[in-house]
């Protein structure tokens, strides 16, 4: 996507062919910073502190962290390191194991010499499967929004989403967002509500920095916001990205997308969300009580950073002093609440039947 003209993906490799350039998301929305990733080591940091974030940008930054461990030491003893040091960088989002298994098949079959060269060739794989997947879902995605458009004539489509599942999230296009370029580039009337998703503001710092950039009409509000809008018709449907999707279609997300999903269903707003296949956790039957959420630093839910008038970044605490706070970074949305799932493959019903038949071999897989 663009950043003032210039294309840019969330990841890449630098010209030198071998490190790794990265956005460093922390620094948005008030300082475009490009970060260099030289060892699996940094790749790990890169993941644990979310310079950058998102399943699928999770899942590529673990790819690139095997390739750059296999320079360093491509031994059976490598390899094993490298494994254990990325999967655990963050344990919600599946994309960060299905990225390191694909990688370990590719390589642990080969002579150590040409491991490092066969797993920069694999990571650069998954990295081009994204965007193709993301423009998949972007095509999708778009019937939904033009059936809406169509009901509508000469009216805006509102659209909700929650958190960044932007291409800030993914390597290119994004997942929620795919439909959404997509449409505002047909020419089709759209407008985003932007959540702005605390404690940790995806919303506000990334989603509305991805849309504005893009020229996508939005408008960022607090997270309570969305039950109101939907009461009073302003919301004509959801759509929020995953980080991992149960085989029985439970939808683990971003806190607060369960509450969302209660609201659309009390308004009978449709509520869509946009996954790549790598987000769908056959191994788990049951999402809310076996996908594990990841409990994040209180100091996200004390502090705020943001910018003074006079351009200085600054850091506020909000919190009385003593006071305990909880910082759980996901919930769950039962499948019962979902609408669709917008897949590469089509848009799904959300339960086994649907996912299997759509994806038979990301159960041989599981
Ligand atoms: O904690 P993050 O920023 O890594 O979480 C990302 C999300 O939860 C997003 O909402 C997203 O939908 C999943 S990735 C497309």
Redesign the pocket.
Known sequence: MKVDGKHFRSIWREHDGWSIGAIDQRRLPHEFVVAKLTSCEDAAVAIRD?LV??????GATAAYGMALAMREDASDAGLKRAYETLVVA?PT?INLKWALDEMRMAIAPIDPLERAEAAYARADEIVEQDVEINRGIAGNGLKLIEAIASKKPGGTVNVLT????GWL??VDW???TAPIYLAHERGIKIHVWVDETRP?N?GASLTAWELGHHGVPHTVIPDNTGGHLMQHGMVDLAI????RVAANGDVC??IG?YLKALAAHDNGVPFYVALPSPTIDFAVHDGIRDIPI?QRSGVEVTDMTGRTADGRLETVRIVPEGSPVANY??DVTPARLVTGLITERGVLKPDRASLAAAFPERIAAA
């Open positions: 979310m974030r998102g399943a699928p940008l999770i963050r989002a929650h958190c960044n599942a999230a993914t994004g997942t929620a940790r995806q929020v990205g995953t980080d997300n971003k997308t990841e970074a996901f």
